[in-house]
């Protein structure tokens, strides 16, 4: 496994587990007596991995990592304050840049 793979696994972890505390709010509400509101995230609300934001900006995703290590190309944030943790990019971000232009 690449570490890169061990980063998009990590992801989805992550990912199921913040639909399972959304899962407990929701009933948490309803046993409150709360009206419970779906309510999806807009795109611009999610982060995206460095293989998405690739995709999106048509781009490899080694690009990107260059990018982050000259410091240049769309902002980043990196998962529990380490790079080592995951890099995520939000979806925001991406459209700015690309409405802007690459680099």
């Known amino acids: 496994m690449t570490h890169q793979e061990s980063i998009d696994d990590l992801a989805k972890v992550l990912d199921a587990m913040g639909l399972v505390v959304i899962a407990m ?3 948490m509400k309803y046993l409150a007596g ?3 509101v779906e309510k999806e995230p807009s795109p611009a609300d ?3 991995s460095p293989k ?3 995709k999106m900006l048509n781009l490899k995703v080694n690009t990107l990592a ?3 290590m000259n410091g240049t190309g769309p ?3 990196a998962i529990n304050g380490s ?3 995951g890099i995520r990019y939000h979806r925001g971000e991406l459209e700015d840049f ?3 232009g690459k680099n």
């Open 25 to 27: 709010s929701k009933k």
């Open 66 to 68: 260059v990018w982050r």
């Open 46 to 48: 999610i982060y995206l």
């Open 98 to 100: 690309l409405a802007v």
């Open 52 to 54: 998405q934001a690739a």
């Open 34 to 36: 709360q009206p419970v």
């Open 75 to 77: 902002k980043w944030k």
């Open 83 to 85: 790079p080592m943790s």
